[in-house]
């Protein structure tokens, strides 16, 4: 297995009570830290606006910036968002974002893309919100002219949504072929369908029954495509509780509460438990190391682990670096 580790950039809160002016130190921190070990292959941020699990006024750092920003001061770690939203910048100009990017880093951009959910930042910062099927109109075409200057260093379509005509993307990246895309979303007649036609990654729900159906269904969307199934790499994203004991368990699950309830309230702080309780990426060492065996066994073969406490506190992802990494890394 394969793995990946989100750095806190406040969306999910993760960042309340460090002052704004620290926050890139502690971002930069754990950046460097994960450049350094052994244990991490790429660092990742979200691309979103507004605070989850509802919108206020803490800071939430812009996930291209910061992927620029990484690249300057990394050597090893490949960089990736999971996942930008096609229509928060405009396919073209996203496209030469990402090149410069790679640039900088020397060739370790991973695109991550999406059609995108949230619609509050959407309608905040005036892009409306279309409906389900629109937005993945709009990431099909987006798709399309990225893949096209990437590879050919101009872009030319004439879509429903988007309209570009011999847009210049150079630089183009180090990357030979262009930045790899993960297109990110379980959507069964459209997402996974657009996966299968272009990504070399995949990122949907990470449960084993979950990941599981939604594989069988990228596999029928290549088989009618006639694509390779076996070439495209499936992840999945765990949020991470982990301790020596269930007890120290509880009580990392008690300390997120205890954090996010002076910001959203108790009864929405309590809420964010769901994402956590009862999934892969919680439990003693031992536990998680189960879950994600029996997972990798039905070919979940890239982890992406998100560990709330991680700002203030990088005892969870030691103890993740030297008990579960070594058992499931291949």
């Known amino acids: 297995m394969r793995f990946g580790l989100f750095v806190p950039q406040g969306w999910r809160l993760d960042l309340v009570g ?17 450049d350094r070990g052994e244990s991490w292959e790429s660092v990742w941020v979200y691309d979103h606006f507004h605070t989850v699990p509802e919108p206020t ?113 150079a630089p183009r990246p180090l990357q030979d072929g262009g930045i790899p895309l993960w297109i ?14 272009y990504a070399q990654y995949t990122n949907f729900d990470g449960t084993f029954d979950g990941f599981r159906h939604k594989s069988a269904i990228l596999a029928d969307h290549c088989r009618e495509l006639g694509t390779d199934y076996d070439a495209i790499v499936r992840s999945a994203n765990y949020n991470v509780a982990i301790g020596s004991t269930e007890a120290e368990v509880e009580d ?23 994402a956590f309780r009862g999934l892969p990426g919680v439990g003693t060492p031992e536990q998680i190391v189960e879950k994600l065996a029996a997972l990798q066994d039905v070919g979940m073969s890239y982890g992406i682990f998100y560990f709330p406490e991680a700002a203030y506190d990088r005892s969870g992802i030691e103890l993740f670096e030297r008990e579960v990494v070594p058992a499931l890394r291949g």
């Open 18 to 34: 460090i002052d704004p002016a620290a926050q890139w130190d502690v971002m930069r921190g754990l950046t460097e830290h994960a």
């Open 57 to 169: 006024d803490e800071a939430c750092h812009e996930a291209w910036s910061l992927m620029a920003a990484f690249a300057a001061v990394t050597e090893r770690v490949r960089l990736g968002q999971m996942c930008t939203c096609m229509a928060y910048r405009n396919p073209a100009y996203l496209a030469k974002v990402a090149a410069t990017t790679d640039v900088i880093s020397k060739g370790r951009v991973e695109m991550g893309i999406g059609a995108g959910w949230y619609e509050h930042e959407w309608r905040a910062y005036g892009y409306g919100f279309p409906r389900p099927g629109e937005r993945l109109a709009m990431l099909d075409e987006g798709v399309q002219i990225m893949r096209q200057g990437w590879r050919e260093g101009r872009a030319t379509l004439d879509g429903r949504h988007y309209r570009v005509d011999g847009a210049i993307v």
């Open 184 to 197: 990110a979303g379980g959507g069964e007649k459209v997402t996974l369908r657009i996966a299968a036609q």
């Open 252 to 274: 990392r699950l008690a300390q997120l509460v205890a954090r996010l309830e002076p910001v959203v309230g108790r009864e929405k702080a309590e809420g964010a438990l769901g």
